[in-house]
Each structure stands twice: as C-alpha cells, then as structure tokens.
C-alpha cells in the first residue's frame, strides 16, 4: 500500500460564486498536516489582456486564500469551512478583476506590502 | 439576501447600477434646478412683457419622465421647457412671434447666450447643459393639454402635448405597482435600506435603450433615432413587468414585431394628441430609417445572447452595448455588497454550489475571516 497516497486526498466541484458567474471545476489537494492546495481547472485562469497578472496565486497557478502568518488556517479546520468559501470568494473577486482591472478583495502581499482594501 | 443570489436580481440589479452611472449626478441635477427657476423666474415675473398672457413653465422630456441619460462624446445635454401662453392662435397672424417675444425677453435680462432653435430658444451656459424653452399656446380644440406650437421650418404652427405625453407615460410606468405592491405585502421589511432599484423599470428601459443608441450612433448622429421616439415604443411596450432585464426584452421583441409588421414605415405618434407624428423625420430620411431598424434588430439579437451569457463575458458584453466605464462601475458596486456582507462577518455560501449569500440557510457556511496572499 501506498503511504503517500494513503495520505493524500483531493476533492474536485463545481462552484459558482453569484449566479452570474461562469461555473469553475476546482481541485483542492491535500497532504496531511501539509498545506491544501487550490487550483482552478476549468475555465482556465489568465492575466487580463492590458497585461495585469492574476493577483493573489502562487505558481500553478494556485489560489492564496490566507496569511499563514495569521493562522486563518490550520489542519484542524475543515476544509469545507474555509478553503472552499475563500476559493468562491477568491473567484468572485478574480471574476470583478478581469472585467474592471481592480481587486476589491483585499490581501497582502509577500513582504508585507498591504494593498490598499476596498473602503467598506 | 444578496443580489447575486439570483440570476434575475443579480442582472436587474446591474442594470440599474448602470442606469444610475447614467443619470445626471446630485450636484448637476440641483444646478438644473436652480437654473430652470431662475429663468423661470424671469419669464413670469411683473416686468416680463410675456406676464400680461398667464406664462405657464413647465419642463418636458428626459428630466420630467425621469429617463436622464448623461452626454456622450460632444453632446452637452439640453433640459427641456416649455413656455405656454395664453393666446387665441387665431388672432396670432405670424406663429413665430411668439419665438421673438421669448427671445427678446431673455435678452433682456442682459445674461444669457442664446441660439435659435426650430421650435425653441436655446439657453447656453457654458458648462454643463443648455436649456431649450420652447414656446406655445393652448389648442382648446385638441385633448387635454394639447398645444400648438410656432416651428420656423414649417412657418407655421405643429401640434404638441407634452404634458399629456408625461402623464401618459407615468401611466405606462406605474403598470408595475401592483406587482410592487403585492411583493411589498409579501416580503417582510429587510432591515438596510433598498439599494440602486428604486427605479420603476420602465424608466430603466428606457435609459439603456437612449444609452444604446448613443453608443450605436456615434459615428452616424443623423441616423440616430430621437428619445421621444425611443421613449415612446417603450411605453407601448412595457407591460408592468418587474424585471429590467425581462421588460428590455420585451420591448425589443415588440418593436421588432411592429417594424416587421408595418407596411411602409411604422409611425409614432403622440399618444395623447394623434397629430403630433414623433417620427415624421424618417419621412425625409429613408436611410436614418434602415439605420434604425437594422440597429433595433441586431440589438435585439444581442440582448439575447446576454441573458445566455456569465462570467467576465456577460460583462463585456454589456460593456459593448452601454459602455466600458459605467459597466465596470456598476459591476463595482454590486460586489461591493458582498465585501460588505463579508466586513460585517455575514457572509455565507451554499455549501453544495458555492453560491455566496447572506440568508441564514440550513446548509449555508458562514465564511470565515481571510486575508487574501501570493503575489
């Protein structure tokens, strides 16, 4: 048997953000005790055609839906109650990004840098 | 409940976010004002040699059936006013003399730019907006407020209702209250204020029916067809729909209909007074006709495709129908609602298809706090 595998886990739906959005396949991946990895597998995700890249992923690309810093997550949590919402939320925002250029979502870059959020 | 729950409220709702991108903003709207009484003011006041004939100011047009729609490229957006004597037409030997009385009315005042029009004196400020007054007097043999008024091309008077035609197109409007009414019965108060939808729908129609033609008709501005003209198939239309998205709809199917349907051309007269012809210009303009139809039709076939349409596609092709700016605007705003339910910690989403919300539903996940990362 395969330990690596027995240890790994992937779930793979749909989601569709507000009822105008386009429905997205999503693939989170899962290591125990590792860090839940979010990729977005259809439609696929690109940089805006002015040249903006897509704000908020790492190379895959994969969604970065929090601060690790933070600890807005943790392997105790279920994923079902957080990536997954944030991963709807992020494509909300990603969606509002390629038709207006702006992330309203708010987040923080690596470094510190913080981008300006939305005024509420 | 949030907009973007529904397809229907989440279209209906970025339409009127677009509608209001259209509208004149609140500090331009108390300009016209001002300037409407100010010049109102004058026309009527003791001194004014028009006082001896009961002058009656009242506005016509856009702002008085709520259906502003904000300049496009060079065109500075004119207010409307009508100036109504009370005159005997029949002892007025020349009809435009009731034009250079007005005229030399406002010169007087010593202020104002003006420019002769064909049926009105043009007001001209210099930022902004003009004012059109146009002048006229009762025709007691026509229905209820029916007028006739001088037209230089014509050296001669032309029949008009303007204050018929808003209080038939109020009438058309108010189709919806009793849908409005029952779903007010229906639904409990939400405890926020309403947002963008205030607005009766036919009066979003037509905003975005004159927004498209300006959009359509820039390079062409001869073919463009009139708003009265526009505002008028509209009303004919509208059915008391509730939906924007759906009433649009309708109205393009029903003007289609009716073009198909026509012999020759389709006339549109003023629905309070039959001899006004609103589309007696397409008489001389074959081609601004053309222009009109084939442009009705490819709009219809494209608002079509915009309800089959979702993601950044439907937004872009609103953007090509009413404009890039005043679209993404109003894609803003909407999100903005979630961002807000999200700060105040009441953002959920259905569990099964991760539609966002914010109704307490049995299988809704509250989302918790994040900050989003990566570069």
Redesign the interface.
Known sequence: MDLYRCNKASWT???????????YTVRVSYKWEGKPRVSVLS?TLHAREDGQ?I????DGPE??????K?R??DPSMQL???I??????????Y??W?????W???????GGVKIAE?K? | MLAIESVDTQLDELLALICEELQLPEGKHRLAEERYRSIGAWLCEPGSRLAAFTPQIYPQGSLSIGTPVKPWGRDVHDLDLVCELLLNHERIANPLVLLSELEARLRERGIYTLERKNRCIRVVYASDFHMDIMSAVPHNAGTPGSLLVPDRDAKAWKPSNPKGYTAWFNGRVALVLPVREAMAKAIEPLPRPQAATEKEPLRLVVQLIKRWRDMTYQATPDYAPISVVLTTLAGHSYSGLISVNQALMEALDKIVATIDRAPGRIVVRNPTNQLEDFSERWDENPKAYAAFTAGIKDFQKRWKGVNALRGPQLNKALESLFGEKVTQNAVLKQVEAVSKARDSGLLRVAGATGLLTSALKSRAIAVPRNTFYGD
């Open positions: 739906g749909q989601l569709r953000p507000a009822s105008l959005s386009a429905e439609p890249p704000p908020h992923v790492y969604l970065c839906l929090y601060l690790p933070a807005e997550w079902s109650e957080t997954l919402p944030w991963t709807s939320l992020w494509l909300l925002y969606e509002a390629q038709s207006t250029g702006v309203t979502g708010g987040g923080v870059h690596p939305k509420s």
